[in-house]
């Protein structure tokens, strides 16, 4: 990996709060040559509205492979069966057109748009848990 990803931000909140780490970093690993091709993690508990925020890369190598599909709905599957957890969400930068496909493959509706502090602006998509398990369980 060329940076820390997102253990720069995760391993001080686990630090801090042992219990959070089971919202965080999951590893994706190939299955054919058990290398790491990225990583996805939630961006804590659910908030006080039941919301469940997700973030992944995936090394440039390993794109377009469907590694991002098979890891958010893993992910995802997992999360909906959580306590609290009504709303999933996924920010994305507008210009990554393979990300975007992939939450719009997963029929997540387009709420709107924020500013990052990191990345800049980015698109805000959600869909509840109680679809997620209609459409995808």
């Known amino acids: 990996m060329d940076d820390s990803g997102p253990l720069r931000w995760r391993v001080p909140q686990v630090k801090e709060n042992p219990e959070v780490n089971k919202w965080f970093v999951r590893w994706m690993v190939s299955t054919e040559t058990r290398e790491i091709v990225g990583s996805t993690s939630f961006h804590g508990p659910p908030n006080e509205n039941g919301m469940m925020?997700?973030?992944?890369?995936?090394?440039?190598?390993?794109?377009?492979?469907?590694?991002?599909t098979e890891a958010l709905r893993g992910m995802w599957l997992w999360v909906i069966d959580q306590p609290g957890v009504s709303v999933l969400r996924y920010?994305?930068?507008?210009?990554?057109?393979?990300?975007?496909?992939?939450?719009?493959?997963f029929g997540f509706d387009y709420i709107g748009q924020q500013i990052d502090d990191i990345d800049g602006p980015e698109d805000?998509?959600?869909?509840?848990?109680?679809?997620?398990?209609r459409h995808f369980a």
Do not use: C, Q, W
């Not at 925020?53 to 377009?64: C, D, S």
């Not at 920010?91 to 493959?105: M, Q």
């Open 91 to 105: 920010t994305v930068d507008p210009l990554n057109e393979a990300s975007v496909g992939v939450v719009k493959k």
């Open 124 to 133: 805000i998509y959600e869909m509840s848990a109680v679809d997620f398990r």
């Open 53 to 68: 925020e997700i973030g992944l890369g995936v090394h440039p190598f390993f794109h377009r492979r469907g590694y991002a």
